[in-house]
């Protein structure tokens, strides 16, 4: 007897997505695959978030991905659906980074490769410049704020998360949230402004 | 005019609210909501690079992989298999059909489920769980991957054209087909067999030699040893050494691994960090030969653009301007965007007339 093939559909057809929030229960069951899924779908924005929070893309930035969805993995029945699968990873990844930061040493091993990359010669000065200047003094602004008014900055201004919902994933009131984005704000502004006097 | 509180202003901001009415006749209001734009506009324009999502992917796997055996995740096989079914059915796109005839043989086994794929049809006989991706690669047509987490799943490959690949890939192995008829069965995250019923596969276990079955011939792996094997067991020593900042053990426990299992999946790991150590340690004649055994022995690496890119420098501070070019250029392809502007810059001083 051989097997009979009963295609239901096209081959080449797109694939049924799951939710997110499927896969984080199918992760809670023990579902490598769901793993894998979930990772797929957000690992750049991870990958993005921690690159933001940790001031460039390091080795460390690497290991903060892994651990936050192995975090995921084994604490998917915690999920308790009071913000997005998203918000959610976000918010383990900055209880991540802060854990991470802690360690001069540590993170002095995690810049190695950046501190090879040092070697540059004068960049060549074009209309752009300008424009890389302040992405340059944001980006230093940005690493020099504390912890979490740096989260909450990188969580709403840049990964857009609701303020509301920024403040569920990270435990604090909606205040509170609002007062770190506005301290955030008022440092930026500071900042950018002690940079440009001569 | 009343101007709301900076709290308000910037919660306002936040929330996208319309406050141009009043941003009109406040200047203080208008340059702060400017300040506020220019500095949101410059922060989502930081860099950043999501790094090797394939390399990443797989360790992660990997690392579930252990964490579930440790026993620390408690489920029941039945949920498992429902939400396997369902997990593989919607994301790898593929149709499910059941049939309620006994199994016979492996070969003549009647499916509970089939599916195809654009080079090949796959006979999900006993609630396998599996995905299946189709991924790019330079230098090839068409790579399509079977990830097979649990169960049996037999296979026919239509003949694959020139620049082509088919793969099913397990935690522990990788198995290669030409076009041919197949089974796979894989057991507790670990690859148990492979028989081929027509044509040729290669069958490459981690850290084993590759294996070539032709028509009628199976493979099943060697005892395993308990625990971690050794060449696992070295790397997380010389990783651990090298966490904890001691350099010579961590370089110690690398080169150990290399030197007995030069072709484990984890040398290629053990090769770069070496290169990595020795750069650091300004060792720069070991660095050079230990990016070069790197390049040299794992040509297509995910790792290998950065290499180039590392050897290059070095060439580079020892004036050899011609190799430096084209280890650059080499460089220059990685989808890393620090390590492509490095390539770059590496470019414009080798063109450089002094």
Request: aromatic share 6%; charged share 25%; hydrophobic share 45%.
């Amino acid at each position: 007897m051989s097997a009979r093939i009963i295609p239901l559909r096209a081959a080449d057809a797109g694939p049924i997505e799951l939710s997110d929030d499927a896969l984080l229960a199918a992760c809670g069951e023990g579902d490598a695959t769901a793993l894998s899924l979930l990772y797929r779908r957000h690992h750049g924005s991870i990958a993005r978030f921690t690159c933001r929070l940790f001031g460039g893309r390091t080795a460390e930035v690497d290991d903060v991905v892994q651990q936050v969805f192995l975090t995921a993995w084994k604490d998917a029945e915690r999920f308790r659906g009071q913000s997005s699968v998203r918000g959610w990873l976000f918010g383990i990844t900055a209880n991540l980074a802060r854990r991470h930061q802690r360690s001069e040493r540590r993170r002095d091993f995690a810049f190695w490769k950046l501190k090879l990359f040092t070697r540059t010669t004068t960049e060549p000065i074009d209309d752009d410049v300008v424009r890389r200047q302040l992405i340059g003094k944001v980006g230093v602004a940005l690493e020099a704020l504390p912890h979490d008014l740096r989260v909450a900055y990188v969580m709403c201004e840049i990964e857009e998360v609701a303020g509301i919902e920024a403040a569920r994933i990270l435990g604090v009131r909606p205040g509170t949230l609002w007062r770190r984005l506005h301290d955030a704000r008022k440092r930026l502004r500071v900042a950018l402004e002690e940079r440009s006097t001569p | 005019m009343t101007c709301p509180t900076p709290e308000a202003l910037s919660r306002a901001f936040s929330e996208g609210a319309d406050l141009s009415a009043h941003l009109a006749g406040c200047d203080a209001c208008r340059a702060a909501w400017s300040d506020y734009t220019r500095l949101r506009d410059a922060a989502r324009q930081l860099p950043w690079s999501a790094g090797d999502a394939v390399t990443g992917e797989a360790r992660l796997i990997e690392a579930a992989l252990v964490e579930r055996k440790a026993g620390r995740r408690a489920r029941t096989l039945q949920t498992r298999a429902a939400i396997g079914l369902a997990i593989a059915a919607s994301v790898a796109a593929f149709f499910l059909t059941s049939r309620s005839e006994p199994a016979t043989s492996a070969t003549e086994r009647a499916p509970v489920a089939t599916a195809a794929t654009k080079r090949a049809t796959v006979r999900d006989a006993q609630a396998a769980r599996f995905a299946h991706v189709t991924r790019t690669a330079p230098g090839v047509a068409h790579d399509e991957v079977i990830t097979l987490d649990e169960g049996t799943i037999a296979l026919d490959v239509a003949k694959l054209e020139v620049g082509e690949r088919f793969r099913v890939v397990t935690a522990d192995a990788e198995v290669e087909v030409r076009g041919t008829s197949f089974e796979v069965v894989v057991d507790h995250d670990h690859l148990a067999r492979v028989a081929v019923i027509s044509g040729r596969v290669v069958v490459r276990p981690r850290g084993a030699d590759e294996v070539v079955l032709g028509p009628g011939e199976s493979w099943t792996p060697p005892v395993r040893p308990t625990g971690l094997a050794s060449s696992e067991r070295l790397f997380q020593q010389g990783w651990d050494a090298l966490r904890a900042g001691d350099l010579a053990t961590g370089e110690t426990h690398l080169a150990a691994l290399v030197a007995q299992d030069p072709h484990d999946a984890l040398a290629e790991d053990a090769r770069y960090w070496r290169a990595v150590i020795a750069q650091r340690a300004h060792r720069t004649d070991d660095a050079r030969t230990l990016w070069r055994a790197l390049l040299a022995t794992h040509p297509g690496s995910a790792r290998a653009p950065e290499a180039s890119v590392m050897l290059g420098w070095l060439e580079l501070e020892r004036g050899d301007k011609e190799t430096a070019a084209r280890l650059f250029a080499k460089g220059a392809t990685s989808p890393d965007a620090e390590i492509a502007a490095s390539a770059k810059t590496g470019l414009e001083r080798t063109s450089a007339k002094n």
